[in-house]
């Protein structure tokens, strides 16, 4: 009944790929002033008051801005593979864990933009998005539309 065409899923992956890059590498800015110990949201406070049982964050594990840079840094390289399409499945689940990592760090700052990236991060990890235009693409393959 539908078709994609996985030419549109590897587009769909590079400008997710570049969309997660351009957030994390202006999230590097930020690291100090929103997810270490010295910026507005203090760890011990964040816990007290505002911890979801549920959520997890490994940008709880350490307050150092070193530590937060370690991983939005972790965050833009797994983004990098994700545009560039290497090793796309495993990249994409990288940077599902570290962007659900950190939207759950400070979730007082997200917006609406970053419930709908997330989410098509998500669902990306069900599509075949490397199969065209990644550096591990099979380029003998016809073009074969998804059904």
Not at 44 to 67: C, Q, R, Y
């Amino acid at each position: 009944m539908f078709t994609v065409d996985r030419r549109s899923l590897g587009l769909f992956r590079i400008a997710l790929g570049l969309l997660l890059s351009i957030d994390s590498f202006h999230r590097l800015f930020l690291a100090r002033a929103l997810y270490s110990d010295w910026g507005v949201m203090p760890r011990a406070h964040w816990i007290e008051n505002f911890m979801v049982p549920m959520k997890f964050s490994i940008h709880l594990a350490s307050g150092d801005t070193w530590f937060q840079l370690l991983l939005i840094g972790s965050l833009l390289l797994a983004s990098l593979a994700l545009l560039v399409g290497w090793h796309a499945r495993l990249a994409n689940v990288v940077v599902l864990v570290l962007l659900c990592s950190q939207q759950s760090r400070n979730n007082l700052i997200l917006s609406a933009s970053d419930e709908l990236l997330r989410l098509m991060v998500v669902w990306s990890l069900f599509l075949p998005i490397g199969d065209r235009f990644s550096v591990h693409s099979n380029r003998r393959e016809p073009n074969r539309a998804l059904h």
